[in-house]
Structure formats: structure tokens, C-alpha cells
């Protein structure tokens, strides 16, 4: 599958907990962007990034969220101390260029469940 | 204001009926746009993007009006498999990421 490809496809966590979710973008891909879409709500831009580059986090919450893209391996959205609020779906997109206006392919999703 | 806007519908139409989403825009700055479409727990998918010019794909025509800051999909002959949501979408400013609206959600009924 040459698709982008995103772990786990459903994690549940109690809060206070840490959930780590992976995205390898499509093969050729370098841009990798993070979107969280919570129920009956549009998609909502959280970073954006390059290989071990941070390009634009203006949609990341300030606390308790990170992302990263290292030399090697996936793209990793890290948020820890989760409550009940980050129940959603986050999606990992990726892109062959970086100009933001064309087309981003998305992962099947990350649903995040805070018991 | 919300940056992209979309009535949610949802819109239910029998098969072979035309249907048409609207869109507004408020970055007068956006300069890239597009409609995508995304199934019930699915992930997005690019359904065509959206020129001055207006284009079409098949079934699908997309217009846009920047003086309005308007964008529109048009479904003709709709079938079973159009059911689904879709997501207007505009570029923002300079470098800012794409940003999306709720959706309009569509069932084709038989």
C-alpha cells in the first residue's frame, strides 16, 4: 500500500494517559501535515512538517501537545496528560510539495478515545 | 466569521436529481481551492479542485465567484455512491495551511 499510513487506527486511553500516533506519508512524500476533527466538526489544522523540521504549529494547543518527523521513521503526533476533550479523529495528510495549495492525501485516521 | 462556510444539510435527493452546495470564502487573500469528499468514518479524498474559469469533471462542475468569495458544486444525475460529506476548501493566506469547512453532508435516496 503506497498510501499514507497512520497508527493506530483506534486507541482508547484513560485520562492522564499518553498517546502516541504514527504517520508515514506516501513513498515521495516529505510535507506532512496533522488535522484533528472532532464529531460533526470540520477538519482543523494542527502542524505542519518536514523531515526533523517544525515548518508552522499555529493549530497545536500550547500545552501537552507535540509532533514530530524525524530523519527516520513516521511522523509522530504525541499528546500527553489526554482528557476527555481529545476524544477525536486526528488525520496525517501528506504532500509531494510544500506550497500548501495542492492536493494532500489523508491517512485513514487515528480515532482517540479518553475514557 | 468563519473562515470557510457551508450549510451541513444534510441534503437528501433521489437518484438522477441535480444538487448544488454553496460555499463562502472570508480570506479575500485565498488563492486555492477545492472540494473534497469524505465517506462516513472515512478519510478525505480530493474531488477536484476549483478555478476561476469554472471546471468540470463528468457529472461534477465546480465554479467559483471571487468578487463573492463564493464556491459551488453542482452533482448532476446523482447516484447511490455520491452519498457522502463534502468539505469546501480554501487556501489561506501566503503560507498558511488549507482550511476546511464542516461539510454538507448528501444522501442520494433510491
Known amino acids: 500500500n503506497a498510501g499514507v499510513m497512520q497508527n493506530p487506527r483506534h486507541l482508547v486511553r484513560r485520562r492522564g494517559q499518553e498517546a502516541r500516533l504514527r504517520c508515514s506519508p506516501m513513498k515521495g512524500h516529505s510535507h506532512v501535515y496533522w488535522y484533528r476533527q472532532l464529531p460533526e466538526e470540520g477538519l482543523k489544522f494542527m502542524v505542519y512538517l518536514q523531515k526533523e523540521n517544525i515548518i508552522d504549529e499555529s493549530g497545536m494547543p500550547k500545552e501537552r501537545f507535540s509532533a514530530e518527523f524525524p530523519k527516520e521513521g513516521p511522523s509522530i503526533l504525541r499528546i500527553q496528560q489526554v482528557v476527555r476533550g481529545d476524544s477525536a479523529a486526528y488525520f496525517c495528510?501528506?504532500?509531494?510539495?510544500?506550497?500548501?495549495?495542492?492536493?494532500?492525501?489523508f491517512g485513514e485516521g487515528s480515532r482517540l478515545t479518553v475514557l | 466569521r468563519k473562515e470557510v462556510e457551508q450549510d451541513p444539510g444534510p441534503f437528501n435527493v433521489p437518484e438522477g436529481a441535480t444538487v448544488a452546495f454553496n460555499c463562502t470564502y472570508s480570506n479575500s487573500a485565498s488563492q486555492s481551492f477545492f472540494w473534497y469528499r469524505q465517506d462516513c468514518r472515512k478519510e478525505p479524498k480530493l474531488l477536484m479542485s476549483v478555478y476561476s474559469s469554472g471546471n468540470e469533471d463528468g457529472r461534477f462542475t465546480a465554479q467559483l465567484n471571487r468578487a463573492s468569495q463564493y464556491i459551488s458544486l453542482l452533482i448532476r444525475d446523482s447516484k447511490l455512491s455520491d452519498s457522502a460529506t463534502y468539505l469546501c476548501v480554501a487556501s489561506g493566506a501566503g503560507n498558511t495551511p488549507l482550511v476546511f469547512g464542516k461539510g454538507t453532508r448528501l444522501s442520494v435516496i433510491a
Open positions: 495528510a501528506s504532500s509531494r510539495t510544500g506550497d500548501r495549495t495542492g492536493e494532500l492525501f
